[in-house]
């Protein structure tokens, strides 16, 4: 399963945030901390899995948890427009 | 910065500049030097200009596609794409507006593809359509959320002896990456002569431009036997070689060997006046900058061709002021002397 932000998501990264504004609605998210790091593994297009191998190393949590809190940060990604799912 | 008392001019003066995202970045890490509620200001500014940085650059995408697959030729030039090319991204410079370069020919066929969220700012008699498309040099549409795009038939006013209408800008057009977008955009030569001749027509009464060529000469390879090719017998070389200048003696930004030693007196003139300028000791406008602008043409004819077009040949400002009759065209040259007394002395006197 791949996730993807699509083409009308325009991202920015500012110091310690990322900035997504869906181009669409004109909204602005701002994530930081985790949300920021887990918008930068999707920008390079990398499955969940991978995802979570990486936020594994970046937080020296299990891999289940991570696991869990992704989804639902994805799922919350995706009912906002803010990513798709392959 | 202890020796800073107006945090609030200065606040306003990086604005004014077009600089104060550099500013805000720079100084961010010594926040706890800066009052807390100028800081809290700085920030709040900082990330309005991103907001609506990324709100342009999303609609000059659209705007480029919708082109694209109508066929019509565009390049994109300064804003984002500037900004991209010299800063690495789009929210690190100041702009109000997009600029795109089109052919003339398809102006009409934009404003009708673009019609239904872009409009014109000014609504036009059919005898004033005729006079703006023989004296503008672009198309200014302006949306529902006040983003203002230009489509430009020509860099420059064809009415200015420099007006680099002898370049091509489409030919060797290359790409750049916006939000994983391929955008068009002029060569980099071609991009540096242009912010070259563009900061100089306005002395460089903003800092953003002169910061524009040492970003863009820092972080774009450049070619300077082109350049030079570019530049060599063009009459607005003395533009081009004041805004090397500058870069130089403010960021000490290499020039290759084509252009390290080709300056002389006149520039430091030139300089010293500019600087003046940013300083407050002199007014930034026509009159204070007539002589050190004069200095920049090569010939008695462009001279004489400037001075001609700033005080005597009717813009398109005297046609929308009054719509004559074309039998009364002529005039509009009295017309125009009534305009510029009223702009620099009546108004002058009110104030």
């Given at each position: 399963m791949k996730y993807q932000i699509p083409q009308t998501v325009f991202i920015q990264e500012i110091d310690s945030e990322v900035i997504l504004l869906?181009?669409?609605?004109q909204e602005y998210f701002s994530l930081n901390g985790v949300g920021k790091d887990i918008v930068e593994l999707l920008s390079k297009n990398l499955s969940k899995d991978e995802i979570i191998e990486e936020l594994s190393n970046i937080y020296e949590v299990d891999n289940p948890q991570i696991e869990k809190d992704l989804l639902n940060f994805l799922k919350a990604l995706e009912k906002k427009g803010l990513i798709v799912i392959d | 910065m202890n020796k800073i008392e107006d945090w609030e001019g200065f606040v306003s003066l990086a604005y004014s500049h077009g600089i104060f995202p550099l500013v805000y970045r720079t100084l961010k890490e010594y926040?706890?030097?800066?009052p807390e509620y100028i800081f809290a200001h700085m920030k709040q500014n900082y990330m309005d200009i991103v907001k609506q940085n990324m709100l342009m650059t999303s609609e000059l995408i659209k705007v480029i596609k919708i082109l694209e697959e109508n066929g019509i030729e565009a390049i994109s030039f300064k804003g984002p794409v500037l900004s991209q090319m010299a800063y690495g991204d789009v929210v690190s410079r100041q702009y109000c507006d997009l600029d795109v370069l089109v052919q003339k020919e398809e102006i009409f066929k934009i404003e009708n593809l673009l019609k239904n969220k872009y409009k014109r700012a000014l609504k036009l008699t059919s005898s004033q359509e005729d006079i703006w498309i023989k004296y503008a040099h672009d198309l200014s549409l302006t949306n529902q959320n006040g983003i203002n795009i230009e489509f430009h038939w020509s860099m420059f006013d064809s009415n200015h002896p420099i007006n680099l209408l002898k370049i091509n800008f489409f030919k060797h057009s290359i790409k750049t990456i916006i939000n994983n977008q391929n955008i068009n955009t002029i060569s980099n030569e071609k991009f540096l002569v242009y912010l070259c001749i563009h900061g100089s027509k306005h002395l460089y009464e903003r800092i953003e431009w002169v910061c524009d060529i040492d970003r863009f000469i820092k972080t774009q390879k450049v070619d300077w036997d082109i350049v030079e090719d570019i530049i060599?017998?063009?009459?607005?070389k003395k533009f081009f070689l004041l805004g090397l200048f500058l870069t130089k003696i403010l960021?000490?930004?290499?020039?290759?060997?084509?252009?390290?030693?080709?300056?002389?007196?006149e520039y430091e003139s030139i300089r010293s006046h500019i600087f003046d300028t940013w300083n407050g000791?002199?007014?930034?406008d026509n009159k204070n900058n007539m002589k050190y602008m004069l200095k920049l043409f090569v010939s008695k004819t462009d001279k004489l061709k400037y001075l001609n077009k700033i005080y005597f040949k009717p813009t398109f400002t005297e046609y929308w002021y009054v719509n004559l009759p074309k039998p009364l065209y002529f005039l509009y040259y009295p017309l125009r002397q009534y305009l510029l007394l009223k702009k620099y002395f009546f108004n002058k006197e009110d104030n």
């Open positions: 869906d181009t669409q609605t | 926040a706890h030097l800066i060599k017998n063009d009459n607005s960021f000490n930004t290499d020039l290759g060997k084509n252009y390290e030693n080709h300056f002389d007196n000791k002199q007014k930034s």
